[in-house]
């Protein structure tokens, strides 16, 4: 079964080291697909904050 996982940027994680930890936990031949995307959100003060989305596609071992 092909199955999809979404990790997203929030104040106190990142989708990078989560999406990491995610994918040490399969096989190479269970990924099919990695898509990351960013945007600009203003924070306090008018600070530019960078945001990250990373979607994973995967097969699972059924």
Known sequence: MIQVKEFLDTDSSYAESRANQFLAELTDDQV???????????????????????????????
Do not use: F
């Not at 697909?33 to 596609?57: A, E, F, P, W």
């Open 32 to 62: 099919i697909n990695v898509c990351y995307g960013s945007v600009m959100k203003t924070g306090k003060h008018d600070v530019g904050l960078q945001r990250s989305s990373i979607l994973v596609v995967y097969k699972t071992k059924e």
